[in-house]
């Protein structure tokens, strides 16, 4: 399999992040929804997530995007400024491509840029039966610091959360401005 490269997002690359978003929407809780997104409403994200600095990158092989990743705030920090130093990371590999390295890759990728934008933390938070992803996430250098039982529902089903997190940087909290 071919080496993916990495690179930010473009608008033409919304088509292929919004069916590989889509795959399992209807078949596994990987992502606790039903609706399925658009491209259009992709492409409002794109724009948000540009706007408020938060990189959306995507992995690539030849002409072929075979997964993106991003993070956003993980928890809403213009409520509770405590939080902004915390993201929480997305990624989606093309099944096809799964356990080629694209998903280590862009989430080195993603790490780079939190890091370098003074991020503190990134959490993953995953579905219980998402072992898949557990796993990734713990080779990738988070651990488990929850189980949150029961929080979600799908398929008529009760879902529950596992949280992980990895530490970025070793930087001391920064100074008390209240
Ligand atoms: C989880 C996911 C992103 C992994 O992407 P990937 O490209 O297959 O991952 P990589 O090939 O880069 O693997 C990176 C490391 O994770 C490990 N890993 C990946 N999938 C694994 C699995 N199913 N079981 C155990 N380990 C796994 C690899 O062995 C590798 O470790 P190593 O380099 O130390 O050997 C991919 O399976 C995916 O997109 N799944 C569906 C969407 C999803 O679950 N997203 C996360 C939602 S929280």
Do not use: C
Request: no cysteine; proline share 4%.
């Amino acid at each position: 399999m071919r080496e993916p490269s990495i690179r930010d997002a473009h608008e033409r690359d919304l088509e292929a992040i919004t069916q590989i978003h889509n795959a399992f929407v209807s078949t596994a809780a990987i992502e606790w929804t039903d609706v399925a997104h658009t491209v259009e409403e992709r492409g409002a994200w794109l724009a948000d997530q540009r706007s408020a600095g938060h990189p959306v990158l995507v992995a690539v092989v030849g002409d072929d995007v075979v997964g993106w990743a991003s993070f956003g705030e993980f928890r809403d920090s213009s409520k509770w400024p405590g939080y902004r130093l915390t993201v929480e990371n997305t990624i989606h590999v093309r099944e096809d491509h799964w356990r080629g390295g694209a998903g280590r890759q862009l989430m080195n990728a993603l790490i780079q840029r939190a890091t370098d934008m003074g991020m503190h933390v990134m959490v993953a938070a995953v579905d219980r039966e998402n072992d898949a992803s557990i796993r990734f996430h713990e080779r990738l250098g988070f651990h488990e610091v929850a189980r949150m039982p029961q929080v979600g529902t799908k398929f008529g089903r009760w879902l529950d959360l596992v949280l992980l997190q990895r530490v970025l940087g070793e930087s001391a909290p920064p100074p008390h401005t209240g």
